[in-house]
């Protein structure tokens, strides 16, 4: 398909274990952001891509969280030592530098 | 102060009504604004991007303040389907203070529900 892919759609796992969150985005789409919204809640910034330069971190919310981007390719969110406060719906969107941002369908993640 | 702020409603309003929502923002600096709708539980998606003379689509109103720093959302005739979440984005050209290259920011966005 040509829209932003996320895997895994749903991931459940046990507090205090490491998870990998995917995303592919749209083919040649320079920016790629990664957001985190909590039940009920808006977006949340985590971590902003844009091609080759270094990556806006100021949204990842403890050094738990890290996540890396090849390229303009396929970008990775890594959570190690998860808590129940990570359970949310992750969000990856890919854009044309500053163009609207198309989103992926979200990773459901849910911490027992 | 938050960057992009919308009024987190719900705003309950029965079908056939007009309803707007404003967004402010704070940097001066941002350039072009968009309007996402968020569905229940699903991604948000692009509804209309915001021009300076204003834009319509269909029932879609939107407005742009540069003077005042705010956007506005006007729904006429509204029906069921449109209950969402709507959230304001405002892009920022440039780097922000903290050099950072980062330019779109999202509101929280604005509960809409529209009564049978």
């Known amino acids: 398909g040509a829209g932003v892919s996320q895997s895994p759609s749903n991931k459940v796992t046990e507090k205090g274990k490491d998870v990998e969150l995917r995303c592919d985005p749209i083919s040649g789409h320079t920016a790629l952001y990664w957001y985190r919204q909590r039940l009920g809640q808006g977006l949340e910034f985590l971590i902003y891509f844009q091609g080759n330069s270094a990556p806006d971190k100021s949204g990842l919310p403890s050094d738990r969280f890290s996540a890396e981007r090849t390229g303009e390719s396929v970008s990775t969110l890594t959570i190690q030592r998860t808590q129940q406060e990570d359970s949310a719906v992750y969000l990856c969107a890919s854009s044309h530098s500053n163009q609207p941002q198309h989103f992926g369908d979200g990773t459901r993640l849910s911490i027992l | 102060r938050k960057e992009v702020e919308q009024d987190p409603g719900p705003f309950n309003v029965p079908e056939g009504a007009t309803v707007a929502f404003n967004c402010t923002y704070s940097?001066?600096?941002?350039?072009?604004f968009f309007w996402y709708r968020q569905d229940c539980r699903k991604e948000p998606k692009l509804l209309m991007s915001?021009?300076?003379s204003g834009n319509e689509d269909g029932r879609f109103t939107a407005q742009l303040n540069r003077a005042s720093q705010y956007i506005s959302l006007l729904i006429r005739d509204s029906k069921l389907s449109d209950s969402a979440t709507y959230l304001c984005v405002v892009n920022m050209e440039g780097r922000r203070p903290s050099g950072s290259a980062r330019q779109l920011t999202f509101g929280s966005g604005t509960q809409l529900t529209v009564l049978p």
């Open positions: 940097n001066s600096a941002s350039q072009s």
């Open positions: 915001v021009y300076s």
